[in-house]
């Protein structure tokens, strides 16, 4: 069964007429949040509740002409696809081969490399302010089986980077100013700052070791990874799930799907396609958000566990190869799966149907439009938009939760044999980096005050204290009150 969340046809909540009415009164309500909050009422099924099993897939061809995989021709007609989000692509194998590239060090510094002063940090840099007119031809990282049908960064996108994609670089749209409003680290911090902060925390810890000075863990004992820190954090795991979100979520809901700006996201134009392209703004607009939540273009057929698996499925097509831009699940979409695939949980959840269908079902009724939209038709997208946002935040949210309870398992484990701070470091920057992105959506259901609350439960890193468990289990509650998680879901993701 698949949740239809059409605003023509929903059924058993309000009368088709009363609900278009409903939205046009919300929508020129001030209150951005209360009216995406009843949205959303609307739209979903409450968190937690049982919903069909998804192990076939999630999507079938609709006779309402929506398709079961994220195909839609141009109003060209010229038979092209017009769906285009390469460059969304593009950073989610710069996050990854970024991922890569500091998982090695240890390995090359063992095998002999010194690095300079400030040569880690470079090599980092290469990732985040990528330079498409010097690396172009050099091959990424990403590796596949069957092979990568793009071979080099040039064959995927040009002129991408992460750092101008950053939450606070790209200011147009944010709902809030990140050079001032950035939460849940030190005061004054940015989320540039954070992230270089990082790239210079490693580059220091790389000449120590290459000089035999290495940190230890609580025991004294050397620890087991150069961006590992004394005091429980795993830099590879903090930079890229911070990445995922300060990049990928804060772009996707913040901006391409946000509707408060004339000209940008939702209210982009829509009459005539972009010159030299073949699609118009807002079909844009919507596709890169698809792209940045990091779904396959026929994600609705996978199973969990295919979405799970390394986000590459076996079958492929007649090439023979993978297709980075239309073949791989990245990100927060592979998350999703993994949460949904929880067998222990009370009440089952289906993230990834919930953000497929939304996303499917929005960019089919863009492409049912010939025109730009009316504000009662932006209200009528804006459905499909929460249902994709929440979904997507939900996503993040338990599976910060999941760390949380990996991480309290470490603190129970402590001054045992069972106990590893490789693990209680990973378990808690895994579980502060997506903690860390849930600011980055205007829409959130968790409140401000909340959100300090949680990372001042969090810290900065980790303790094996009492007190700290403690602060763990509020957290865990926190959050499964602000997203309507099921408690016997929380204690078991």
């Not at 390995?107 to 040569?119: T, V």
């Not at 230890?216 to 911070?242: M, N, R, S």
């Not at 698809?290 to 969990?304: A, K, V």
Request: with cysteine; proline share 4%; charged share 25%.
């Amino acid at each position: 069964m698949t949740v239809r969340i059409d605003p023509a046809q929903i059924v058993g909540y309000v009368p088709v007429l009363k609900l278009r009415t409903i939205l046009i009164i919300i929508w020129n309500r001030p209150m951005r949040l209360e009216r995406s909050l009843l949205l959303l009422a609307l739209a979903l099924p409450l968190a937690g509740c049982p919903v069909a099993d998804d192990d076939d897939s999630v999507a079938n061809d609709d006779d309402d002409g929506v398709p079961s995989t994220y195909s839609f021709p141009s109003r060209l007609g010229d038979g092209s696809d017009s769906v285009s989000h390469s460059g969304q692509t593009f950073r989610h194998v710069l996050i990854a081969d970024m991922k890569s590239r500091i998982g090695g060090m240890t390995d090359r510094i063992d095998a002999g490399w010194f690095p300079s002063e400030g040569e880690v940090t470079a090599e980092l840099d290469f990732y985040f302010s990528f330079d498409g007119d010097s690396s172009s031809d050099i091959p990424h990282g990403v590796v596949t089986d069957p092979a990568p049908l793009q071979v080099t960064y040039g064959d995927i996108a040009s002129g991408k980077d992460l750092v101008g994609k950053l939450a606070g670089n790209d200011a147009t749209g944010q709902h809030v100013d990140w050079s001032t409003e950035f939460k849940g680290w030190t005061p004054g911090a940015t989320p540039e700052s954070l992230v270089r902060g990082w790239f210079d925390r490693i580059d220091e810890q790389a000449i120590d070791w290459s000089n035999g000075t290495y940190p230890t863990d609580l025991a004294g004992a050397p620890l087991g990874a150069v961006f590992i820190t004394e005091e429980g954090t795993d830099l590879q795991q903090l930079l890229q799930k911070f990445l995922l979100g300060a990049v990928a979520f804060s772009q996707g809901a913040d901006d391409y799907l946000d509707d408060d700006i004339d000209g940008k996201g939702l209210r982009s134009n829509h009459d005539a396609v972009e010159d030299g392209k073949n699609y118009t703004a807002l079909e844009h607009a919507w596709d890169e958000a698809f792209g940045y939540f990091g779904m396959s273009r026929d994600y609705g057929l996978w199973t969990d566990d295919e979405i799970a698996n390394e986000g590459v499925r076996d079958s492929v097509n007649a090439d023979g190869a993978i297709d980075l831009l239309s073949e791989v699940t990245w990100g927060h979409a592979q998350n999703a799966a993994k949460r949904d695939r929880c067998a222990d949980c009370a009440a089952p959840t289906d993230f990834t149907r919930q953000a497929w269908d939304a996303f499917v079902h929005g960019r089919a009724y863009i492409a049912s439009k010939d025109a730009s939209l009316t504000d009662a038709e932006i209200a009528e997208l804006v459905v499909f938009r929460d249902a994709a946002v929440a979904a997507w935040e939900k996503a993040i949210a338990a599976t910060a939760v999941h760390y949380i309870n990996d991480l309290t398992a470490d603190v129970d484990a402590f001054d045992t044999a069972e106990f590893s701070f490789a693990d209680y470091a990973k378990h808690f920057s895994e579980l502060k980096g997506f903690a860390l992105s849930l600011q980055f959506n205007g829409l959130s259901p968790l409140s401000d005050a909340d959100f300090v609350e949680l990372h001042e439960l969090l810290g900065n890193a980790p303790d094996t204290t009492a007190d700290y468990r403690a602060d763990l289990v509020a957290a865990r509650t926190l959050i499964g009150a602000a997203y309507g998680f099921e408690d016997g879901n929380v204690v078991v993701w």
